[in-house]
């Protein structure tokens, strides 16, 4: 069973278009919700992060909307460039747990130049 | 400063052959983990350590052993291979912060093949 659902599976934007990835979890006791983004070949690295005492994150072109009612959380990539194309996975771990990362299945995003 | 290395880059076992892959870090991180990516399952994790001596099972840790021995590695052994256990596996490394681990550093990844 898994637990922090990701999609869609695949995305293509056309340079300058906004990405919109959604995940949805089912532990509320996750505390701790990061985005990581995979290039081909490369492991994962940590692009944002957010709490759930706050409902909104921007770090650049990245924000992470976080809706804790609802137990979803989304990436928006604004302005997406060639550069962007990636694999993105969803997390959410929880304190009580030893931090342990659980993810989601992982967006391919592919931008069109 | 390599950050989180894995060794090997490639393998390919015949079913039964036992490995193990090496993960060493070099920036003083108390906490390791083993995950595995298979396609459309994200990565899932294998099993994982908070501090040298320590180990404790993941969301799949079937058919896999590891051992903690000093801080800086972290071995992730398959002691029986099966063709199942095909994946790309990954360590990954991070620090408490406040009493919480946050940003995981991952490594290059090891590619295995069981025939």
């Known amino acids: 069973q898994q637990q922090v659902k990701q999609s869609p599976q695949s995305l293509i934007v056309q340079k300058g278009g906004i990405s919109i990835i959604n995940c949805a979890y089912e532990n509320t006791a996750f505390d701790y919700f990061p985005w990581y983004q995979q290039f081909p070949g490369k492991g994962p690295a940590l692009l944002i992060a957010i709490r759930p005492d706050v409902s909104e994150k921007k770090e650049g072109r990245f924000t992470i909307s976080f809706n804790k009612s609802a137990k979803q959380f989304s990436l928006h990539i604004m302005d997406s460039q060639p550069g962007d194309s990636a694999t993105y996975f969803c997390a959410a771990s929880m304190e009580a747990a030893g931090n342990k990362l659980t993810f989601g299945g992982g967006t391919r995003v592919l931008v069109k130049p | 400063n390599a950050g989180v290395t894995q060794t090997p880059k490639f393998r390919v076992l015949k079913t039964g052959q036992s490995m193990t892959l090496l993960c060493a870090q070099d920036m003083n991180h108390e906490y390791m983990y083993w995950y595995r990516q298979d396609p459309g399952m994200g990565l899932r994790l294998i099993h994982y350590?908070?501090?040298?001596?320590?180990?404790a099972k993941g969301e799949v840790p079937d058919g896999y052993n590891v051992s903690r021995l000093k801080k800086q590695n972290f071995l992730l052994g398959l002691e029986s291979a099966a063709p199942s256990q095909t994946s790309v596996y990954f360590c990954?490394?991070?620090?408490?912060?406040?009493?919480?681990?946050?940003?995981?550093?991952f490594g290059p990844g090891t590619r295995l093949t069981v025939t």
């Open positions: 350590s908070v501090g040298e001596g320590t180990t």
């Open positions: 990954a490394s991070s620090y408490p912060l406040l009493g919480r681990a946050i940003e995981q550093y």
